[in-house]
């Protein structure tokens, strides 16, 4: 009598590709970090083709220009949209770095300091200004001066936000290089460390309108963003591949499925 | 601030207003300030529930209370800029207007961080691989039907008049609707997430 | 039966010492890094001061030759030492390196403090960063090259600790906390020369 042969599972590539992509393990994870894509297309939508507030205006423009600049612009939809996506800054500049950073063998109070300072640099340094520049295109007949006030505030809020930025970039770029499981490679950590370092340069935007060092300054802002763009592609593609390097037996949902009683192991085809 | 000011008010009228309602509407700001965070517990409640839930990583839920910490600071924010707007009632009237303005923006527009919550907290459940889910499944429709809901309201500043306006019925009431029922329900759908918990058919691995 | 060859090739390669790269691969990639960006506000600089020779040149002749010519014997003498203590890491000689690499230490934390005793007066007389574009470049270079040599410190720090407490301290670890150093020496040079010395 021949032995029942045991359950087989179906063989990976005969399974319809949608099916197989909501079956994947680690299905939350891949969610969070695609929407970083998302927010960004949105993000740079908002702030550039629609509104041309990036790159930022010249902190010297005329009294007029800056009036006719706030009241005009589709500043309000702009602001609507960011405000929609807004919530998704959490998941961009928390979740999608959580990734990694729970897998990494550091002190878990560089953890929460990263997250607290990203929390805190989202609504200081982006939904803030954005608000401000929804709010001066919202009523015409505003005065002029109470206008240019909301141009200053609301670019110093966005290029001069520091220390609400430098908290989270110290944090990730202690824990990349600290970490002993080099879930990120060590020179990433180092670049993590110029991004701290940009938040420095920045400072200068508070102090003076003049180039180089005004907010859309060849130093406090072009070479900024030269560095910092980069980065945040390196960053992104770096955490998709620890991502899918991650061994099946450290996710939680793995772990259950095999320590229940009901658990069959696929036979591994050699 | 019920009725809610309507946004067509010229800033004289609202200059009055906050003259006319200046102690009522102080005494609002300053409970406002101190219980600004009093929602803050029961979400954090929710978070822990949901780092109980099995996924592959604990993400939706970290991401849970970076949204939580965003949504009611943005509150704070509307609350300042009520209390500032009251705080020297013979100011320029224009300027009184404009802080009214920006409280209303904060106050009503932040659906943000509320959408990304709900959102975490559908997906956690639906991709929870527990053989006995620590939420109901009908949660995360419920969640997902919420964040429809809040939308309109993030185009309040787009508009003056209709119901998108921030005294309109999309934006104001179905928004604050949506949120109370939304509390209310969690909170009931809580008690029994906690008292279950401990319960488990299966040894949970560490 | 094994020919001469096999021989020669069952040995394993030795590399002549010195050839290899001290320190750490991911720390030379942050020290080339951090060089070329000092290098692009130097560059600026220079332009700028191409356009505004008499403001740059009137602002520098207020700079105390001085104490920057002492911060550079400071940075310079504490490097040596920094060296020194390394080659002792190497050579197995790990008390001398330990005391060679704490009187680093003590003389380069000296370049804050006169740093402090070079900027406070100038504060306190109204010459603010702020005042005009050379006063800007050279309060952010000065201050951005202060804040590395915070860092140095720090990293001194630990590689001390490190030495005093392990029984065979990593060699890479001290190789790396030295060549930072002598990158800060190596930038102040640069910084000395250009705000200081440039007239």
């Not at chain 2, 207003?17 to 102690?23: I, K, L, M, Q």
């Not at chain 2, 020297?88 to 919550?117: E, H, K, T, Y």
């Amino acid at each position: 009598m021949s032995e029942p042969t045991a359950a087989i599972e179906p063989i990976a590539s005969v399974q319809p590709k949608k099916i197989r992509w909501l079956k994947n393990k680690k299905l939350d994870q891949y969610l969070v970090f695609w929407v970083v894509p998302v927010f960004f297309q949105v993000f740079g939508l908002v702030f550039v083709p629609l509104t041309w507030m990036m790159p930022p205006m010249s902190p010297d423009k005329p009294l007029a220009d800056i009036v006719t600049f706030m009241q005009t612009s589709p500043l309000e939809l702009a602001l609507s949209l960011y405000i929609l996506v807004s919530g998704l800054g959490a998941v961009v500049t928390v979740g999608a770095y959580w990734l990694v950073l729970a897998r990494m063998a550091v002190s878990p109070a560089i953890k929460y300091a990263f997250l607290a300072g990203q929390v805190i640099g989202s609504v200081v340094g982006a939904l803030l200004p954005v608000s401000l520049f929804g709010l001066a295109g919202f009523r015409s007949g505003y005065d002029p001066e109470t206008l240019a006030m909301f141009y200053d505030f609301a670019y110093l809020a966005y290029n001069g936000s520091l220390g609400c930025f430098c908290l989270p970039w110290l944090a990730l770029s202690l824990a990349i290089i600290l970490d002993k499981n080099r879930i990120l490679p060590k020179w990433l950590g180092y670049y993590t460390a110029w991004q701290y370092v940009t938040e420095l340069f920045a400072a200068s935007v508070w102090l003076t309108t003049a180039q180089p060092f005004g907010w859309n300054g060849y130093l406090a802002f072009y070479f900024n963003m030269l560095l910092y763009v980069p980065w945040q592609i390196i960053i992104f593609f770096q955490i998709y591949k620890a991502l899918k390097n991650q061994p099946e037996d450290e996710l939680d949902n793995v772990r259950l499925e095999r320590s229940l009683p009901s658990y069959q192991a696929v036979p591994a085809y050699s | 601030m019920w009725p809610p000011l309507s946004p067509q008010m010229t800033p004289e009228d609202v200059a009055a207003f906050y003259r006319e309602h200046h102690s009522a509407m102080l005494g609002v700001v300053v409970i406002c300030n101190i219980l600004g965070t009093v929602l803050v517990p029961i979400f954090a409640t929710i978070a822990v529930q949901m780092m109980r839930i099995v996924n592959s990583s604990k993400v939706f839920a970290v991401t849970y209370i970076a949204a939580i910490a965003m949504g009611a600071t943005a509150f704070i924010i509307a609350d300042y800029c009520w209390g500032v707007a009251l705080f020297r009632p013979d100011r320029n009237p224009q300027l009184i207007s404009l802080l009214n303005d920006l409280g209303w923006i904060f106050f009503i527009a932040p659906v943000g961080p509320l959408i990304a919550m709900n959102l975490c907290l559908a997906g956690a459940i639906y991709l929870d691989a527990r053989p006995d889910p620590v939420f109901p499944r009908w949660v995360a429709h419920f969640n997902v039907v919420t964040a429809v809901l809040s939308v309109p309201a993030a185009f309040a500043i787009t508009t003056k008049t209709g119901p998108l306006a921030w005294d309109g019925s999309l934006s104001f009431t179905l928004r604050l609707t949506t949120l109370a029922v939304y509390v209310g329900v969690m909170f009931i759908v809580l008690l029994g997430v906690i008292s279950r918990q401990g319960d488990e058919a299966v040894e949970m691995p560490a | 039966m094994t020919s001469s060859a096999d021989a020669v090739m069952t040995k394993p390669p030795t590399t002549p010492p010195g050839s290899q790269l001290a320190g750490e691969g991911s720390m030379w990639f942050f020290i080339i890094g951090d060089l070329i960006i000092f290098s692009v506000y130097f560059v600026f600089y220079t332009w700028h001061r191409g356009i505004n020779q008499e403001l740059f040149l009137e602002s520098q002749l207020q700079l105390n030759q001085g104490i920057g010519f002492i911060n550079t014997l400071i940075l310079l003498t504490s490097s040596l030492f920094i060296a020194l203590g390394a080659q002792s890491v190497h050579e197995g000689e790990y008390r001398r390196a330990l005391a060679l690499m704490r009187t680093a230490f003590f003389i380069g934390a000296l370049f804050p403090v006169l740093k402090m005793v070079e900027w406070l007066p100038k504060i306190n007389a109204g010459i603010t960063p702020g005042e005009n574009l050379f006063y800007l470049y050279y309060y952010i270079m000065t201050g951005l090259h202060l804040c590395h040599v915070l860092l140095g410190l720090v990293i001194q720090a630990f590689v001390l600790r490190h030495l005093a407490s392990e029984k065979t301290p990593d060699a890479e670890f001290v190789d790396s906390g030295a060549v930072y150093w002598h990158m800060v020496d190596l930038l102040w040079i640069v910084v000395f020369a250009m705000f200081y010395l440039m007239r």
